[in-house]
């Protein structure tokens, strides 16, 4: 006992704390404690700090073990397995309308999506299952059902639900917002609750280094849409997914099964291809007014295509040609073959004529347009009408039709329903800060169609998408 209280002296001593304010142990007290140590009062640890993000750093906590994780989970045969990576300049959190399956703990909110396995969630069915040739070397592509439109509220893509949709602007367009009102890209912005189909050139929502990118971009200085921030690149190759469908989620269709034809496809359609010119012509839908084309495997004897001769075309008729055509020229005229044809005379008339010659003695005249689509350059929006039950039968066939769906420019809409404007994924190689687009117009007494046409990338125009053709999906 002697020792243990020199021990605290000295303590007290070297601690320099009061001796009035030590609490002293009895001799009783202190022999107790030595034979019960569980007496003492346990004084819990004091919990280390939980740390903190710095003001630059981002923070995720360690995910707690999940063993269901390690294993691997095989998905029904009729699904499609792909790999998605999001990226968001805003920094949010962006995940795809899809159904997940896995998914990578997210340790870097730049990259904010690392890989995720998912489950294809087709709400639509955009295919028509009828091929087009867009190249000399065999290259086929299915073409959408429809215009590509967007939903800024909601980040929605999604493909038009009838060819001849679209969304218009200054009061013209068929698309209606949730609520039942018209859509319309004079109000495109972020948070837009309507649809809008057109879009200024790579607006794909990828950050390609160009300051407009998002579809709701509607800034007008052209120098804002240069992909990679330069003006020679197209939406190809390195900058593939400042392509649309490339980049894209779309009704459930996973990222790169769609794509934007370059203008090179766009001219070989329309004008390069077999047949080309018996396969495109002008028509309206329901009072829609566009651009028609015919799959490949098109039966040409349902369409009529009027080949008119030109003013500057030489004269080839022979001199004996000539002569034929004087004797076959009508005789004079008589009081006899002059008299009004009636029924009674008419039945008559072919009851005196010989059986053989029935058939080259037609009751009316026969229109060759008939029944017919009418192709080629001459036409215009009034040759080929169509209501939504004629233009079904069409389209079950692979017909495909582009709305006039006009441009934009800010949030300015013009040539609503007159003229078409369809992106091509080239830039122009005429004028470098332009990119080519597929302009038609049905409007004048021939229609024009120009499928290299070189317009300002801050112009908002419709994206009509394409699929490859390819043994596995082959319909």
Request: glycine content about 8%; proline content about 6%; aromatic content about 12%.
């Amino acid at each position: 006992m002697a020792f243990f209280a020199l021990f605290t002296t000295a303590l007290n001593a070297q601690t320099a704390v009061p001796r009035d304010s030590v609490e002293v142990l009895s001799e009783e007290e202190l022999q107790r404690l030595l034979e019960e140590p569980d007496s003492v009062p346990q004084v819990a640890p004091t919990p280390e700090p939980t740390p903190q993000p710095s003001p630059d750093e981002d923070y995720f906590p360690e995910p707690a073990y999940d063993p269901d994780l390690d294993e691997i989970h095989d998905l029904e045969p009729d699904y499609v397995e792909d790999t998605v990576k999001v990226i968001d300049e805003d920094e949010e959190l962006v995940i795809p309308d899809v159904y997940i399956e896995e998914l990578d703990f997210i340790w870097d909110i730049d990259t904010v999506v690392e890989e995720a396995t998912y489950v294809e969630d087709i709400k639509f069915d955009a295919v028509i299952p009828f091929p087009f040739l867009v190249n000399d070397g065999g290259k086929e592509v299915y073409f959408s059902r429809g215009n590509l439109q967007y939903q800024g509220s909601t980040q929605t893509w999604r493909f038009a639900r009838k060819q001849y949709e679209y969304v218009g602007g200054n009061g013209l367009g068929n698309v209606k917002k949730d609520d039942g009102s018209a859509s319309s890209n004079n109000e495109v912005s972020r948070v837009y609750k309507g649809w809008i189909d057109l879009f200024g050139f790579g607006t794909s929502g990828w950050n390609s280094g160009a300051k407009c990118y998002q579809p709701y971009s509607n800034e007008i200085p052209d120098i804002h849409y240069k992909v990679g921030k330069s003006f020679d690149n197209d939406l190809t190759e390195k900058y593939e997914n400042a392509d649309w469908g490339i980049y894209n989620i779309i009704d459930g269709y996973s990222s790169g099964q769609w794509y934007t034809l370059t203008a090179d496809e766009w001219k070989y359609v329309v004008k390069e291809r077999p047949n080309a010119d018996k396969l495109c012509g002008f028509g309206t839908i329901e009072g829609v007014k566009g651009f028609i084309l015919l799959p490949d495997a098109w039966d040409l004897e349902t369409v009529y295509y009027p080949v008119v001769k030109g003013e500057d075309d030489e004269d080839e008729s022979t001199e004996e040609e000539e002569e034929t055509a004087k004797e076959e020229e009508p005789e004079e005229k008589t009081e006899e073959n002059t008299a009004e044809q009636t029924p009674e005379n008419a039945q008559a008339d072919l009851s005196a004529a010989p059986q053989d010659s029935l058939a080259a003695v037609p009751a009316t005249p026969v229109d060759p347009k008939a029944g017919k689509f009418i192709a080629g350059k001459l036409t215009t929006y009034k040759d080929n009408v169509y209501t939504e039950t004629t233009w079904a039968e069409m389209e079950s066939q692979g017909a495909v039709f582009l709305p006039a769906g006009g441009n934009r420019r800010g949030i300015g809409t013009k040539y609503v329903n007159q003229v078409g404007f369809y992106y091509s994924s080239s830039i122009s190689s005429e004028i470098p800060a332009q990119a080519y687009v597929f302009f038609f117009t049905g409007s004048r007494a021939t229609g024009m169609a120009e499928p290299k046409h070189s317009l300002e990338r801050n112009e908002g125009c419709n994206v009509r998408l394409v699929q490859f053709v390819t043994d596995e999906n082959r319909r």
